[in-house]
């Protein structure tokens, strides 16, 4: 087997390299300044910030002691506190034994136990805050589709004329009201019941008058988004394509694209695809063959379906006109959204352990290179999505009961806390050394999906 044909190719390498340098650096930064700002409200202190392993390349001491320093390898980060042998908080025995009495407190091993479980969660909770903060952020920004739905800008098509215009506000189409799209429940039905044909009746606001116009079906075959990994991907699928047929069968609706993907059950598709010109240049039209990709796909019960996909996703053939939301209405939804995150990731890691989904969903260092490369490639809005994800499933990875981890230490803290002391040296060397050695057996079985995985 030629293992090169797994690896990106030579013009994705940077691209793929450097954003995921950016967002790792932004998560760690993050998740190590929650450790260090936590730390020294609670009186310990800190000798080391570093953003990266390896030699220095720049380091700075501020007024407090603490040596803030940039490192060779941008791959992580850690504090090294008071009393530390090493970046994972291991005890230094013998700088124990030379601090003076007066100092233990703010030591990282001499602190109360309350300021060191504090600053142990501080790192996980501050990536959760993040994700929180990153999420609003978005939302506030893009605001939610006006109430009723109003055309901003209609997407390139190539088939038909269509009298629907910019500031068309769509009461009805195929003589079926428009919901709300805060009428979840409502909109999923409306667009069950919609005739599936290529030309619809749109009654439209305009001016003033209602009248009626002749439209495309709303959700056409329109690729708004390409996963990465994905088949669709992997051939060069780029957003504003138009599938127009599959093996040579036309189609207009995004759902008969669907259908027909699931029901090949993995078979070789021929994609006929019609692309827009940049910027006023010709149209052209292409073909693909892709073969797609079985697919374990969150439900909302907790459980995931396996279902055949090309990665691509779509929307109306126009955008709609926003309006504002509050700060408050951001909020939540972002808090719903890192919940949902951590919640998913749990569910999926289960399903995996137990076999219930294939092994090959858990990605290594490669994998979330290439997903960082592509959601950069599709845009700003698509790669700051990405931080706040991934800066969730940093803070909840870290909280798991390993040792080396946050999750270890905690534990450690509450075997304390139930026992009056905490575990010996030695044991916490060898449970030490052993969670190392988990968590890169992890780290190897992870990078061979990254090589061997479809």
């Known amino acids: 087997m030629d293992i090169t044909q797994f690896l990106p190719t030579p013009e994705n390498f940077v691209l793929y390299l450097v954003t995921f340098v950016i967002a790792l650096s932004i998560i760690v930064a993050v998740h190590e300044y929650g450790h260090y700002i936590v730390g020294r409200w609670c009186g310990i202190k800190a000798d080391v910030f570093s953003i990266g392993f390896g030699p220095v390349l720049w380091s700075r001491v501020d007024k407090r002691g603490t040596k803030w320093q940039f490192a060779a390898l941008p791959f992580g980060g850690y504090v090294k506190f008071y009393g530390d042998a090493n970046a ?210 969150p439900q909302a019960d907790g459980g995931f379906k396996t279902n055949w996909r090309i990665g691509v996703a779509s929307g109306m053939f126009f955008e709609a006109t926003t309006e504002p939301i509050g700060a408050g209405e951001a909020l939540n939804g972002a808090v719903q959204a890192t919940w949902r995150t951590i919640t998913t990731s749990l569910s999926g890691l289960w399903h995996l352990v137990t076999g219930a989904i294939g092994s090959c969903n858990m990605s290594g260092p490669i994998g979330i290179a290439e997903v960082s490369g592509a959601a950069a490639s599709q845009g700003i809005s698509d790669f700051i999505l990405f931080i706040a994800g991934l800066s969730t499933a940093v803070g909840l990875l870290n909280l798991f009961p390993i040792p080396v981890l946050d999750g270890g230490h905690l534990v450690f803290y509450a075997y304390e806390a139930v026992t009056g002391k905490p575990p010996s040296d030695k044991a916490l060397n060898i449970l030490m050394a052993l969670g190392l050695a988990i968590l890169l057996s992890v780290m190897l079985f992870a990078l061979s999906n990254d090589v061997f995985c479809p």
């Open 88 to 297: 994972a908080s291991a005890k230094d025995g013998e700088a124990m034994q030379t601090v003076p009495e007066d100092q233990l407190r703010h030591t990282m091993h001499g602190a109360p136990l309350w300021a060191r479980t504090l600053t142990v969660a501080a790192g996980p909770v501050f990536n959760f805050i993040l994700s929180i903060i990153v999420f609003a952020g978005l939302f506030f920004y893009e605001g939610k589709a006006s109430d009723p739905l109003t055309v901003a800008d209609l997407n390139p098509l190539p088939q038909g004329t269509y009298a629907i215009e910019p500031g068309d506000a769509i009461l009805r189409i195929g003589g079926l009201d428009v919901p709300s799209l805060d009428d979840g429940a409502g909109f999923t039905a409306f667009r069950e019941n919609l005739p599936e044909e290529p030309d619809l009746t749109y009654e439209v606001r305009r001016d003033g008058a209602e009248i009626e116009v002749n439209g495309p079906y709303p959700w056409p075959p329109l690729v708004s988004r390409v996963a990465p990994k994905s088949a669709a991907f992997d051939i060069g699928l780029e957003q504003g394509d138009v599938i127009t047929a599959v093996d040579g069968a036309p189609i207009f609706a995004f759902d008969q694209l669907k259908r027909l993907v699931e029901g090949g059950e993995g078979k070789p598709l021929l994609l006929t695809v019609w692309r827009p010109g940049d910027e006023g240049g010709e149209a052209e039209t292409l073909t693909f063959t892709l073969v797609p990709k079985r697919t374990d796909e």
